[in-house]
């Protein structure tokens, strides 16, 4: 779903097929310590965004949940015959794949990235479509296209995606990537065509239902993780943990999540918490009030709203429990910190932060501890442990 500064992950070229699975390792572009000033003001906009989506998905209004400033893991795909290379967000968080296309003429945003050329693909197909995707601080718009498909060394001939012809300046102007890659469910896709995860299941590209992830959160080593289209990487996690979830409602990769555990204290709901897993988001976003209670207990101060520890107690801090089915996933305080700059002085972030309703939002600072697989096949999303680097 959303991130809330450019990290910038770009796809290494060298793409590994094992056992039929395809694995696409990411790489960092920038080791650069993150502006806290911009982090707030990104912060800012992406609060708006996330409101938006909350209420708007209550009344049954489509609208995605998306804003560039706040993706941080990139790759590249082809389009076309021959492919045209350009660099997507895979995204958990949505579920179609749009690029620029070369008709876009108006909009500064298509002059500032790569776009699909029609002209030049010999198997491209125009349905002709319009569809408009809905952000909280900006839109795209297009029409729907046919063509080859192609990451790494798969690829599916007839996948639906959208050429857009018009995209707001804010958030994309200054985007890393030139499109957004959707790993979520047929329901939340405004295209209402497959999608391209359940597009190379169908056609037999990947041997299994299921895409799996690492995120790699040191910010320091040039490797930036893996996505694996198809498969698991044995050599990431432990076999031993690891237990399936059950999504409650697909479109969003959604469920429900017990309670939040730090010290002694315990964050509840009635009904337990909604949430959602989004590699596209860069935080944890939880319900009206959560953030400032775990605030308290790992002894941070509020500034503009976010929480702020001293940087030399990171390792002293309480372990924060994520409960799901009765089984705890531990953040420690070096997976929930975020070290940034401010005037050259180190600041050091609370990774959680509230939103004004129920919907728990799981990003990369929970993802990012674990070996995440979503599976299509049956509808559940798995946390297992990373084994020691």
């Known amino acids: 779903m959303v991130k809330l500064w450019i990290l910038g992950f770009l796809l290494v070229f060298h793409i590994i097929q094992i056992d039929g699975s395809l694995r ?38 489509p609208v995605s949940i998306k804003n560039n400033k706040n993706m941080d893991y990139y ?35 298509c002059y500032n990235h790569k776009y699909f050329k029609d002209s030049k693909s010999s198997t491209f197909k125009n349905i002709g479509k319009s569809v408009s995707i809905e952000y909280g601080t900006g839109s795209i718009s297009g029409t729907t296209v046919q063509d080859k498909l192609t990451v790494g060394n798969i690829s599916v001939p007839e996948q639906v995606f959208i050429a857009a012809t018009s995209i707001s300046k804010d958030p994309f102007y200054k985007a890393k990537t030139d499109g957004i890659f959707g ?35 040191d910010i320091q080593d040039s490797n930036g993780g893996e996505v694996n289209f198809g498969g698991k990487n044995k050599d990431l996690y432990d076999e031993n943990s690891g237990h399936p979830i059950p999504v409650t409602q697909r479109g969003f990769w959604q469920f429900v999540l017990d309670s939040i555990n730090v010290n002694d ?21 939880l319900p009206a009030g959560s953030s400032a209670k775990i605030y308290e207990e790992v002894g941070a101060k509020i500034v503009d709203g976010i929480g702020v520890v001293d940087c030399d107690k990171i390792n002293s801090l309480p372990s924060v429990n994520f409960v799901i089915n009765n089984y705890y996933y ?18 050091c972030v609370v990774g959680f932060l509230d939103t004004t309703q129920e919907v728990m ?29």
């Open 24 to 61: 696409v390792p990411l790489r960092r572009i920038t080791k650069e310590r993150k502006s806290f000033t911009e982090f707030k003001q990104n912060l800012k906009e992406y609060r708006v965004q996330l409101e938006k989506f909350i209420s708007f998905s209550k009344r049954g209004i």
């Open 75 to 109: 790759g590249v795909i082809g389009l076309g015959t021959p492919p045209q290379e350009l660099k997507v967000v895979f995204d958990t968080g949505s579920s179609d794949l749009w690029v620029p296309s070369s008709h876009c003429w108006f909009s500064f945003s």
């Open 183 to 217: 790993l979520g469910f047929p329901e939340i896709a405004e295209t209402k065509a497959t999608p391209p995860l359940y597009t190379m299941v169908y056609d037999g590209a990947i041997p299994k239902p299921i895409v799996s992830f690492y995120l790699n959160r």
């Open 265 to 285: 204290k315990k964050i509840t709901s009635r009904y337990g918490f909604e949430a959602i897993a989004d590699t596209g988001t860069s935080l944890v976003y």
């Open 330 to 347: 531990e953040l420690e305080g070096k997976d929930y910190i975020l070290k940034m700059q401010d005037h050259s002085k180190d600041v």
């Open 361 to 389: 939002i799981l990003g990369d600072v929970f993802l990012g501890k674990f070996y995440t697989t979503f599976d299509i096949g049956q509808n559940t999303v798995t946390f297992a442990s990373l084994k020691k680097r």
